[in-house]
Protein backbone atom coordinates (compact mmCIF):
# COMPACT_ATOMS: atom_id res chain seq x y z
CA UNK A 1 0.00 0.00 0.00
CA UNK A 2 1.21 3.77 -1.06
CA UNK A 3 1.70 5.94 1.65
CA UNK A 4 2.84 9.58 2.05
CA UNK A 5 4.63 9.48 5.41
CA UNK A 6 4.36 12.94 6.16
CA UNK A 7 0.41 12.83 6.03
CA UNK A 8 0.26 9.36 8.00
CA UNK A 9 2.46 10.48 10.70
CA UNK A 10 0.32 13.91 11.25
CA UNK A 11 -1.85 11.25 12.95
CA UNK A 12 -1.59 10.71 16.64
CA UNK A 13 -1.73 6.49 16.53
CA UNK A 14 -4.85 5.44 18.35
CA UNK A 15 -3.29 2.89 20.92
CA UNK A 16 -1.09 5.99 21.70
CA UNK A 17 -3.35 9.09 22.52
CA UNK A 18 -7.27 8.15 21.71
CA UNK A 19 -8.22 12.05 22.61
CA UNK A 20 -5.52 12.97 19.91
CA UNK A 21 -6.00 10.95 17.30
CA UNK A 22 -9.74 11.81 17.24
CA UNK A 23 -9.19 15.51 17.01
CA UNK A 24 -6.17 14.64 14.45
CA UNK A 25 -8.80 12.98 12.11
CA UNK A 26 -11.41 16.10 12.87
CA UNK A 27 -8.97 18.64 11.68
CA UNK A 28 -6.51 16.37 8.96
CA UNK A 29 -8.92 15.21 7.64
CA UNK A 30 -10.96 18.92 7.32
CA UNK A 31 -14.16 17.90 8.70
CA UNK A 32 -13.53 20.92 11.14
CA UNK A 33 -11.81 23.98 11.87
CA UNK A 34 -11.58 25.93 15.34
CA UNK A 35 -12.30 29.61 15.92
CA UNK A 36 -12.12 32.66 18.25
CA UNK A 37 -15.92 31.65 19.47
CA UNK A 38 -14.80 29.52 22.61
CA UNK A 39 -16.23 25.93 22.54
CA UNK A 40 -17.37 26.30 18.84
CA UNK A 41 -16.13 24.91 15.82
CA UNK A 42 -16.51 25.71 11.77
CA UNK A 43 -17.66 22.57 10.57
CA UNK A 44 -16.02 22.59 7.25
CA UNK A 45 -17.41 21.51 3.86
CA UNK A 46 -16.29 17.84 3.62
CA UNK A 47 -17.58 17.58 7.43
CA UNK A 48 -21.00 19.67 6.42
CA UNK A 49 -21.07 17.43 3.33
CA UNK A 50 -21.42 14.13 6.05
CA UNK A 51 -24.15 16.02 7.97
CA UNK A 52 -26.09 16.58 5.05
CA UNK A 53 -26.19 13.15 3.69
CA UNK A 54 -27.42 12.32 7.81
CA UNK A 55 -29.83 14.54 6.81
CA UNK A 56 -31.00 14.12 4.22
CA UNK A 57 -31.82 10.18 5.04
CA UNK A 58 -33.38 10.78 8.54
CA UNK A 59 -35.46 13.47 6.79
CA UNK A 60 -36.63 10.75 4.08
CA UNK A 61 -37.72 8.22 7.17
CA UNK A 62 -39.33 11.58 9.11
CA UNK A 63 -41.49 12.53 6.11
CA UNK A 64 -42.32 8.79 5.15
CA UNK A 65 -43.68 8.79 9.11
CA UNK A 66 -45.84 11.49 8.31
CA UNK A 67 -43.61 14.09 10.11
CA UNK A 68 -43.51 18.22 8.87
CA UNK A 69 -40.94 20.42 9.17
CA UNK A 70 -41.21 23.38 11.23
CA UNK A 71 -39.04 26.29 12.00
CA UNK A 72 -39.06 27.80 15.93
CA UNK A 73 -37.48 31.00 17.12
CA UNK A 74 -33.66 30.66 18.65
CA UNK A 75 -35.08 33.06 21.34
CA UNK A 76 -37.29 31.78 24.31
CA UNK A 77 -38.17 34.26 27.09
CA UNK A 78 -37.47 33.68 30.74
CA UNK A 79 -40.69 34.27 31.47
CA UNK A 80 -41.98 31.49 28.90
CA UNK A 81 -39.28 28.84 30.14
CA UNK A 82 -39.97 29.24 33.90
CA UNK A 83 -43.80 27.56 32.99
CA UNK A 84 -42.27 23.82 33.67
CA UNK A 85 -40.26 23.75 36.56
CA UNK A 86 -38.52 20.41 36.29
CA UNK A 87 -37.47 21.21 32.81
CA UNK A 88 -36.19 24.95 33.61
CA UNK A 89 -34.09 23.05 36.55
CA UNK A 90 -32.50 20.36 34.18
CA UNK A 91 -31.34 22.93 31.88
CA UNK A 92 -30.18 25.89 34.21
CA UNK A 93 -26.70 25.46 34.32
CA UNK A 94 -26.26 25.41 30.13
CA UNK A 95 -28.30 28.17 29.38
CA UNK A 96 -26.99 31.36 27.87
CA UNK A 97 -28.90 34.58 27.81
CA UNK A 98 -29.43 37.62 25.88
CA UNK A 99 -29.51 40.57 28.63
CA UNK A 100 -29.83 43.52 25.80
CA UNK A 101 -30.76 44.39 22.67
CA UNK A 102 -29.30 46.88 21.17
CA UNK A 103 -28.32 49.45 24.19
CA UNK A 104 -31.43 48.68 25.83
CA UNK A 105 -31.55 46.05 28.77
CA UNK A 106 -33.85 43.51 28.12
CA UNK A 107 -37.35 43.09 30.51
CA UNK A 108 -37.66 39.90 29.86
CA UNK A 109 -34.60 38.24 29.64
CA UNK A 110 -34.59 35.81 26.39
CA UNK A 111 -32.92 32.23 26.59
CA UNK A 112 -30.57 31.00 23.39
CA UNK A 113 -32.67 27.85 22.72
CA UNK A 114 -30.75 24.82 24.44
CA UNK A 115 -33.97 22.81 23.33
CA UNK A 116 -37.95 24.34 21.90
CA UNK A 117 -40.48 22.29 24.17
CA UNK A 118 -41.37 25.24 25.65
CA UNK A 119 -41.83 27.20 22.09
CA UNK A 120 -43.49 24.09 20.99
CA UNK A 121 -45.69 23.75 23.74
CA UNK A 122 -46.64 27.68 23.31
CA UNK A 123 -47.58 27.03 19.81
CA UNK A 124 -49.97 23.80 20.50
CA UNK A 125 -52.15 26.12 22.53
CA UNK A 126 -52.61 28.21 20.08
CA UNK A 127 -53.40 25.53 17.08
CA UNK A 128 -54.91 22.65 19.43
CA UNK A 129 -58.81 23.18 19.77
CA UNK A 130 -60.01 19.48 19.34
CA UNK A 131 -59.16 15.69 18.80
CA UNK A 132 -59.87 16.11 15.11
CA UNK A 133 -56.69 18.79 15.46
CA UNK A 134 -54.49 15.62 16.34
CA UNK A 135 -52.16 14.80 16.12
CA UNK A 136 -49.15 17.31 15.51
CA UNK A 137 -46.30 15.37 14.02
CA UNK A 138 -43.50 18.25 13.83
CA UNK A 139 -39.61 18.25 13.26
CA UNK A 140 -37.45 21.30 12.82
CA UNK A 141 -33.43 21.25 11.52
CA UNK A 142 -31.78 23.59 13.32
CA UNK A 143 -28.87 24.87 15.90
CA UNK A 144 -29.09 25.15 19.60
CA UNK A 145 -26.86 26.73 22.48
CA UNK A 146 -25.51 24.94 25.63
CA UNK A 147 -23.18 26.37 27.85
CA UNK A 148 -20.49 23.55 28.06
CA UNK A 149 -17.47 23.85 30.06
CA UNK A 150 -15.38 20.83 28.72
CA UNK A 151 -15.78 20.64 24.70
CA UNK A 152 -14.66 18.46 21.51
CA UNK A 153 -15.31 18.36 18.21
CA UNK A 154 -19.12 17.03 17.64
CA UNK A 155 -19.25 15.07 20.62
CA UNK A 156 -19.37 18.58 22.78
CA UNK A 157 -19.97 21.96 21.31
CA UNK A 158 -21.35 25.01 22.52
CA UNK A 159 -23.42 25.17 19.50
CA UNK A 160 -24.42 22.53 17.19
CA UNK A 161 -26.81 20.91 14.49
CA UNK A 162 -29.33 18.43 15.52
CA UNK A 163 -33.18 17.68 14.86
CA UNK A 164 -35.89 18.01 17.01
CA UNK A 165 -38.67 15.92 16.61
CA UNK A 166 -42.02 17.31 18.93
CA UNK A 167 -45.43 15.61 18.03
CA UNK A 168 -48.61 15.92 20.45
CA UNK A 169 -51.38 13.09 20.57
CA UNK A 170 -55.09 12.53 21.50
CA UNK A 171 -53.71 9.30 23.94
CA UNK A 172 -51.23 8.27 26.03
CA UNK A 173 -51.04 4.92 24.22
CA UNK A 174 -50.29 6.96 20.69
CA UNK A 175 -47.79 9.12 22.24
CA UNK A 176 -45.65 5.97 24.10
CA UNK A 177 -46.54 4.29 20.46
CA UNK A 178 -44.40 7.32 18.63
CA UNK A 179 -41.82 7.53 21.22
CA UNK A 180 -40.77 4.05 20.55
CA UNK A 181 -41.29 4.44 16.86
CA UNK A 182 -38.85 7.02 16.28
CA UNK A 183 -36.38 5.27 18.95
CA UNK A 184 -36.34 2.30 16.17
CA UNK A 185 -36.12 4.19 13.44
CA UNK A 186 -32.83 6.04 14.63
CA UNK A 187 -31.61 2.36 15.93
CA UNK A 188 -32.59 1.35 12.20
CA UNK A 189 -30.86 3.81 10.40
CA UNK A 190 -27.71 3.72 12.59
CA UNK A 191 -27.17 0.27 12.26
CA UNK A 192 -28.16 0.05 8.36
CA UNK A 193 -26.83 4.08 6.96
CA UNK A 194 -24.01 4.20 9.35
CA UNK A 195 -22.82 1.03 10.17
CA UNK A 196 -23.39 1.03 13.79
CA UNK A 197 -24.71 -1.79 16.16
CA UNK A 198 -26.58 0.06 19.13
CA UNK A 199 -28.67 -0.89 21.99
CA UNK A 200 -32.01 0.15 22.98
CA UNK A 201 -33.19 0.84 26.22
CA UNK A 202 -34.79 3.14 28.44
CA UNK A 203 -32.97 5.36 30.74
CA UNK A 204 -32.98 5.25 34.67
CA UNK A 205 -34.99 7.86 36.34
CA UNK A 206 -32.00 9.79 37.70
CA UNK A 207 -31.13 9.93 34.19
CA UNK A 208 -33.91 10.79 32.22
CA UNK A 209 -34.70 14.24 30.47
CA UNK A 210 -35.78 16.99 32.29
CA UNK A 211 -39.59 17.21 32.30
CA UNK A 212 -40.15 13.27 30.82
CA UNK A 213 -41.65 10.76 32.56
CA UNK A 214 -39.84 8.02 30.60
CA UNK A 215 -36.22 8.59 27.76
CA UNK A 216 -35.77 5.78 25.85
CA UNK A 217 -31.83 6.12 24.01
CA UNK A 218 -29.62 4.06 21.90
CA UNK A 219 -26.04 3.65 23.07
CA UNK A 220 -23.06 2.50 20.93
CA UNK A 221 -19.72 1.81 22.08
CA UNK A 222 -16.54 3.45 20.49
CA UNK A 223 -13.07 1.60 19.81
CA UNK A 224 -12.01 2.69 23.00
CA UNK A 225 -14.58 0.83 25.13
CA UNK A 226 -16.62 4.29 25.82
CA UNK A 227 -20.02 4.48 24.95
CA UNK A 228 -22.00 6.95 23.72
CA UNK A 229 -25.32 8.11 23.42
CA UNK A 230 -26.62 8.08 19.62
CA UNK A 231 -30.26 8.96 19.89
CA UNK A 232 -32.92 9.99 22.15
CA UNK A 233 -36.39 10.01 22.24
CA UNK A 234 -38.83 11.28 25.06
CA UNK A 235 -41.93 10.55 26.36
CA UNK A 236 -43.82 13.73 28.45
CA UNK A 237 -47.00 12.32 29.21
CA UNK A 238 -49.68 16.07 29.91
CA UNK A 239 -47.30 17.29 32.26
CA UNK A 240 -46.36 19.56 29.69
CA UNK A 241 -49.77 20.22 28.64
CA UNK A 242 -50.37 21.35 31.86
CA UNK A 243 -48.07 23.35 32.39
CA UNK A 244 -48.47 25.75 29.21
CA UNK A 245 -52.19 24.79 29.13
CA UNK A 246 -52.66 22.93 26.05
CA UNK A 247 -56.37 21.48 26.06
CA UNK A 248 -58.30 19.82 23.66
CA UNK A 249 -62.27 18.83 23.23
CA UNK A 250 -61.98 15.19 23.08
CA UNK A 251 -64.34 12.74 21.33
CA UNK A 252 -66.89 12.72 24.64
CA UNK A 253 -67.09 16.40 24.18
CA UNK A 254 -65.17 16.96 27.26
CA UNK A 255 -61.90 18.89 27.63
CA UNK A 256 -58.50 16.68 28.06
CA UNK A 257 -54.83 17.23 27.96
CA UNK A 258 -53.13 16.02 25.09
CA UNK A 259 -49.46 13.74 25.72
CA UNK A 260 -46.57 15.01 24.02
CA UNK A 261 -43.30 13.41 22.89
CA UNK A 262 -39.58 14.67 21.57
CA UNK A 263 -36.69 12.76 19.98
CA UNK A 264 -33.39 14.34 18.59
CA UNK A 265 -30.04 13.67 17.20
CA UNK A 266 -27.23 15.66 16.64
CA UNK A 267 -24.10 16.03 15.19
CA UNK A 268 -22.83 14.34 16.97
CA UNK A 269 -23.35 11.07 15.29
CA UNK A 270 -20.02 12.58 12.77
CA UNK A 271 -18.30 11.93 16.22
CA UNK A 272 -19.44 7.93 16.65
CA UNK A 273 -18.97 7.44 13.14
CA UNK A 274 -15.15 8.76 13.11
CA UNK A 275 -14.70 6.46 16.75
CA UNK A 276 -16.45 3.42 15.40
CA UNK A 277 -14.84 2.87 12.18
CA UNK A 278 -12.11 4.83 12.26
CA UNK A 279 -8.39 3.68 11.78
CA UNK A 280 -4.39 5.07 11.89
CA UNK A 281 -4.73 6.38 8.80
CA UNK A 282 -7.91 8.66 9.31
CA UNK A 283 -11.71 8.31 8.71
CA UNK A 284 -13.56 5.20 7.20
CA UNK A 285 -16.95 6.56 5.74
CA UNK A 286 -19.74 4.26 5.64
CA UNK A 287 -20.66 4.57 1.98
CA UNK A 288 -24.63 5.72 2.82
CA UNK A 289 -22.92 8.99 4.45
CA UNK A 290 -19.51 9.32 2.77
CA UNK A 291 -19.31 12.50 0.60
CA UNK A 292 -17.52 10.90 -2.02
CA UNK A 293 -18.27 7.29 -2.53
CA UNK A 294 -15.37 6.38 -5.10
CA UNK A 295 -12.87 8.35 -6.01
CA UNK A 296 -10.49 7.54 -9.41
CA UNK A 297 -6.98 7.65 -9.36
CA UNK A 298 -5.37 8.03 -12.99
CA UNK A 299 -1.81 6.28 -13.13
CA UNK A 300 0.89 8.09 -14.93
CA UNK A 301 -1.76 10.24 -16.10
CA UNK A 302 0.71 11.98 -18.54
CA UNK A 303 0.20 9.21 -21.04
CA UNK A 304 -1.82 9.30 -24.11
CA UNK A 305 -5.45 7.71 -23.39
CA UNK A 306 -5.31 7.68 -19.52
CA UNK A 307 -7.26 10.83 -18.34
CA UNK A 308 -9.58 9.99 -21.19
CA UNK A 309 -10.63 6.42 -20.19
CA UNK A 310 -10.70 7.80 -16.52
CA UNK A 311 -13.13 10.87 -17.27
CA UNK A 312 -15.40 7.66 -19.23
CA UNK A 313 -15.57 5.46 -16.17
CA UNK A 314 -16.32 9.11 -14.45
CA UNK A 315 -19.21 9.53 -16.47
CA UNK A 316 -20.08 6.07 -15.54
CA UNK A 317 -20.57 6.46 -12.32
CA UNK A 318 -21.95 9.58 -11.70
CA UNK A 319 -24.79 8.64 -14.39
CA UNK A 320 -24.96 5.36 -11.75
CA UNK A 321 -25.78 7.83 -8.66
CA UNK A 322 -22.62 6.77 -7.48
CA UNK A 323 -21.22 9.87 -5.71
CA UNK A 324 -17.55 9.50 -7.28
CA UNK A 325 -14.37 12.50 -7.45
CA UNK A 326 -11.77 11.95 -10.47
CA UNK A 327 -8.55 13.38 -9.26
CA UNK A 328 -6.88 14.51 -12.18
CA UNK A 329 -4.16 16.62 -10.54
CA UNK A 330 -0.69 16.59 -10.40
CA UNK A 331 0.01 15.52 -7.03
CA UNK A 332 1.27 12.29 -7.01
CA UNK A 333 -0.43 8.52 -7.06
CA UNK A 334 0.84 7.75 -3.47
CA UNK A 335 -0.33 11.61 -1.68
CA UNK A 336 -3.35 10.67 -3.36
CA UNK A 337 -4.11 7.42 -1.96
CA UNK A 338 -2.99 8.76 1.58
CA UNK A 339 -5.05 11.72 0.99
CA UNK A 340 -8.25 9.51 0.70
CA UNK A 341 -7.42 7.52 2.99
CA UNK A 342 -7.33 10.01 5.51
CA UNK A 343 -10.89 11.40 4.03
CA UNK A 344 -12.11 8.02 4.51
CA UNK A 345 -13.63 7.53 0.97
CA UNK A 346 -14.83 3.99 0.85
CA UNK A 347 -13.86 2.76 -2.84
CA UNK A 348 -10.50 3.88 -4.87
CA UNK A 349 -10.18 3.26 -8.55
CA UNK A 350 -6.70 3.27 -9.51
CA UNK A 351 -6.48 3.22 -13.60
CA UNK A 352 -3.24 3.28 -15.53
CA UNK A 353 -1.53 2.07 -19.60
CA UNK A 354 -1.47 -1.32 -18.40
CA UNK A 355 -4.81 -1.68 -17.04
CA UNK A 356 -6.29 -0.22 -20.01
CA UNK A 357 -4.70 -2.50 -22.52
CA UNK A 358 -5.99 -5.62 -20.53
CA UNK A 359 -9.70 -3.83 -20.31
CA UNK A 360 -9.69 -3.31 -16.28
CA UNK A 361 -9.02 -1.51 -13.40
CA UNK A 362 -8.16 -2.30 -9.70
CA UNK A 363 -10.72 -1.11 -6.83
CA UNK A 364 -9.11 -1.03 -3.63
CA UNK A 365 -11.51 -1.02 -0.22
CA UNK A 366 -10.76 1.50 2.44
CA UNK A 367 -11.37 -0.40 5.25
CA UNK A 368 -9.68 -3.74 4.69
CA UNK A 369 -7.14 -2.16 1.64
CA UNK A 370 -8.28 -5.72 -0.24
CA UNK A 371 -7.41 -4.82 -4.26
CA UNK A 372 -9.18 -6.44 -6.56
CA UNK A 373 -9.25 -6.30 -10.49
CA UNK A 374 -12.22 -5.78 -12.62
CA UNK A 375 -13.43 -5.46 -16.31
CA UNK A 376 -14.25 -2.29 -17.13
CA UNK A 377 -17.28 -3.17 -18.66
CA UNK A 378 -18.66 -4.09 -15.30
CA UNK A 379 -17.08 -1.25 -12.90
CA UNK A 380 -20.54 0.11 -12.21
CA UNK A 381 -22.15 -3.36 -11.03
CA UNK A 382 -18.42 -3.88 -9.22
CA UNK A 383 -18.33 -0.43 -7.75
CA UNK A 384 -21.72 -0.93 -6.21
CA UNK A 385 -20.92 -4.49 -4.66
CA UNK A 386 -17.85 -2.81 -2.75
CA UNK A 387 -19.69 -0.12 -1.77
CA UNK A 388 -21.73 -2.84 0.35
CA UNK A 389 -18.81 -5.07 1.22
CA UNK A 390 -17.66 -1.82 3.01
CA UNK A 391 -20.57 -1.47 4.63
CA UNK A 392 -21.34 -4.87 5.81
CA UNK A 393 -17.44 -4.83 6.88
CA UNK A 394 -17.47 -2.06 9.03
CA UNK A 395 -20.82 -3.47 10.88
CA UNK A 396 -19.02 -7.03 11.51
CA UNK A 397 -16.09 -5.30 12.86
CA UNK A 398 -17.58 -2.88 14.96
CA UNK A 399 -19.55 -5.22 16.09
CA UNK A 400 -17.19 -8.00 17.35
CA UNK A 401 -15.46 -4.83 19.01
CA UNK A 402 -18.88 -4.40 21.20
CA UNK A 403 -19.24 -8.15 22.00
CA UNK A 404 -14.81 -8.06 23.16
CA UNK A 405 -15.56 -5.55 24.91
CA UNK A 406 -18.94 -6.22 27.21
CA UNK A 407 -18.68 -8.16 30.14
CA UNK A 408 -21.43 -9.34 32.45
CA UNK A 409 -20.54 -9.20 36.03
CA UNK A 410 -22.60 -10.44 39.63
CA UNK A 411 -20.69 -7.87 41.82
CA UNK A 412 -19.04 -5.02 41.82
CA UNK A 413 -15.90 -6.45 42.10
CA UNK A 414 -16.12 -8.43 39.07
CA UNK A 415 -16.49 -5.10 37.22
CA UNK A 416 -13.62 -3.84 38.51
CA UNK A 417 -11.34 -6.91 37.70
CA UNK A 418 -13.07 -7.01 34.17
CA UNK A 419 -12.29 -3.09 33.67
CA UNK A 420 -8.62 -3.73 34.76
CA UNK A 421 -8.01 -6.71 33.25
CA UNK A 422 -9.81 -6.03 29.44
CA UNK A 423 -10.14 -2.45 29.62
CA UNK A 424 -13.26 -0.34 29.03
CA UNK A 425 -16.41 -1.45 27.52
CA UNK A 426 -19.92 -2.13 28.03
CA UNK A 427 -21.00 -4.04 31.59
CA UNK A 428 -24.47 -6.17 32.13
CA UNK A 429 -25.30 -6.28 35.58
CA UNK A 430 -28.17 -6.50 37.40
CA UNK A 431 -30.24 -3.91 39.34
CA UNK A 432 -32.43 -3.54 42.14
CA UNK A 433 -33.81 -0.69 41.00
CA UNK A 434 -32.95 2.18 43.80
CA UNK A 435 -30.78 5.04 42.40
CA UNK A 436 -28.79 4.86 45.96
CA UNK A 437 -27.04 1.68 44.28
CA UNK A 438 -27.36 3.04 40.95
CA UNK A 439 -24.51 5.97 42.06
CA UNK A 440 -22.71 3.42 44.38
CA UNK A 441 -22.21 1.54 41.24
CA UNK A 442 -20.40 4.38 39.78
CA UNK A 443 -18.60 5.41 42.81
CA UNK A 444 -16.83 1.58 43.26
CA UNK A 445 -16.32 1.11 39.64
CA UNK A 446 -16.59 4.73 37.36
CA UNK A 447 -19.36 2.88 35.15
CA UNK A 448 -22.78 4.41 35.44
CA UNK A 449 -25.72 3.46 34.00
CA UNK A 450 -26.42 4.04 30.12
CA UNK A 451 -29.92 2.26 29.74
CA UNK A 452 -31.92 -0.35 31.02
CA UNK A 453 -31.79 -2.62 27.43
CA UNK A 454 -34.98 -3.81 26.15
CA UNK A 455 -33.69 -6.93 25.69
CA UNK A 456 -32.92 -8.32 29.33
CA UNK A 457 -30.44 -11.34 30.28
CA UNK A 458 -30.45 -12.97 33.94
CA UNK A 459 -27.00 -12.61 34.80
CA UNK A 460 -27.90 -13.16 38.38
CA UNK A 461 -30.79 -13.15 40.52
CA UNK A 462 -29.19 -9.84 43.18
CA UNK A 463 -28.46 -6.58 42.84
CA UNK A 464 -24.52 -6.21 41.86
CA UNK A 465 -24.03 -3.42 44.19
CA UNK A 466 -26.48 -4.51 47.45
CA UNK A 467 -27.38 -8.06 46.88
CA UNK A 468 -30.97 -7.27 46.97
CA UNK A 469 -33.25 -8.93 44.65
CA UNK A 470 -32.74 -7.90 41.20
CA UNK A 471 -35.34 -5.71 39.07
CA UNK A 472 -33.51 -5.10 35.86
CA UNK A 473 -30.26 -5.81 33.90
CA UNK A 474 -28.79 -2.82 33.51
CA UNK A 475 -25.95 -1.64 30.65
CA UNK A 476 -23.39 0.25 32.16
CA UNK A 477 -20.21 2.35 30.80
CA UNK A 478 -18.01 4.96 30.74
CA UNK A 479 -19.63 7.78 28.21
CA UNK A 480 -18.78 10.80 26.22
Known amino acids: MAKNKKMVDAITSMDEDFAKWYTDICTKAELIAYT ?20 RLLDTRFKELG ?19 DHVEGFAPEVAWVTHGGSEKLEDRLCVRPTSETLFCEHYANIVQSYRDLPKLYNQWVSVVRWEKTTRPFLRSREFLWQEGHTIHETAEEAIE ?65 AFNIQFTG ?63 YEQLKAAGIRVKLDDTDQSPGWKFAEYEM ?64 YSCKTT ?44 ENISDVCVCCGKPAKKMVLWGKAY
Open 67 to 85: HENVCMPMFIPESLLQKEK
Open 178 to 242: ETERMLNCYADFCEKELAMPVVKGRKTDSDKFAGAEATYAIEALMHDGKALQAGTSHYFGDGFAK
Open 413 to 456: DEIIKALEEKGDGFVKAMWCGEEECEDKVKELTGVGSRCIPFEQ
Open 343 to 406: KGVPVRIELGPKDIENDQCVIVTRHDREKAFVALGDLVNAVNEKLEAVRDGIFKKALENRENKT
Open 36 to 55: SVKGCMVIRPYGYAIWEHIQ
Open 251 to 313: RDNKLAFPHQTSWGVTTRLIGAIIMTHGDDNGLVLPPAVAPIQAVIVPIQQFKEGVLDKAREL
